[in-house]
């Protein structure tokens, strides 16, 4: 698997918008939740990978899904996963879902509608939540909350990065009928800063967003485990945040993204929060 070393971005759990295993979890819980976001940065990396074809990413992320099969040729970091999955118990679903969602950020680069930008998120964040849940021991119950904030997370990053997303990849995750119903071009996303119709496509979305948070606001308190409970509250909290962001902020000439200094405050605010919120029986 050097190749997929070589595709690697060096990208790390410290870079991301929302916490990844933080210090909240339990240490048993962490080392599962780490060994899934190793396996899904790397094929990340290999789907997001500028230069390289779209038959080597193919290739590669094949390799992973042999990995999570057993197969000794397998991805590193897929054969990871899988022990650790197999040790714990845990439904490998959840990880062959997200190569189904890699290996379609490599085939499709546009989408035409809210529901086919869902269906993607469907296999692209939404299991990230599940397997979670699944590590802590939760109650499927919980899975339609998980869903809905996995799912605005994903649109969140898509809007900060549509972009650099455009330009790099030529991918674009705002769905053609939102071009349309504004008037905005697929061309506007290259610009220095976004045009009046482009920045009207954004906040619509960013406002079909808040409709997800809105089903996942009670999503922390549906969870027994008290300091994945606190997790799922920061992250809740600074969704919310970025998404307000960007319906007034244009992510292709200012910044959305939290600096450290206010992801802290947000996230002691939505802890001290949590601390009252009534338990699950």
């Not at 930008?117 to 939760?138: K, Q, T």
């Not at 999503?219 to 300091?227: C, L, M, N, S, T």
């Amino acid at each position: 698997m050097d190749a997929a070393i070589d595709l690697a971005s060096g990208k790390g759990s410290g870079d991301e918008n929302f916490p990844v295993a933080s210090v909240l979890l339990k240490p048993e819980h962490r080392a599962p939740v780490m060994s899934f976001y190793r396996f899904a940065r790397a094929a990340d990396d290999v789907s997001d990978h500028p230069t390289a074809s779209a038959d080597e990413k193919l290739r590669l992320l094949e390799a992973m899904r042999e990995g999570l099969r057993g197969r000794p040729d397998g991805a590193e970091e897929a054969l990871a996963l899988r022990d650790v999955m197999a040790s714990h118990r845990l439904d490998p679903i959840h990880a062959f879902e997200l190569i189904d969602a890699f290996e379609q950020d490599v085939r499709v680069n546009r989408y035409a509608d809210w529901d086919g930008l869902i269906g993607y998120c469907r296999l692209s964040a939404m299991p990230v939540g599940r397997y979670v849940l699944d590590v802590h021991g939760e109650d499927r119950s919980t899975w339609p909350a998980s869903d809905a904030l996995c799912a605005a997370l994903q649109v969140i990053n898509h809007l900060q990065d549509c972009g650099k997303d455009y330009r790099a990849l030529d991918r674009v995750y705002i769905p053609a009928e939102t071009f349309a119903a504004t008037g905005a071009r697929i061309e506007d996303l290259g610009a220095a800063a976004a045009s009046p119709a482009l920045r009207a496509a954004i906040r619509a979305l960013a406002q079909r967003t808040l409709g997800l948070l809105g089903q996942s606001d009670r999503f922390a308190g549906q969870i027994h485990d008290r300091r994945l409970s606190a997790e799922v509250a920061i992250i809740q909290r600074l969704a919310t945040s970025l998404t307000h962001r960007l319906l007034v902020r244009d992510p292709l000439s200012e910044r959305v993204h939290h600096n450290k200094s206010e992801a802290a405050l947000l996230s002691i605010g939505a802890v001290l929060s949590n601390l009252f919120r009534k338990r699950p029986a």
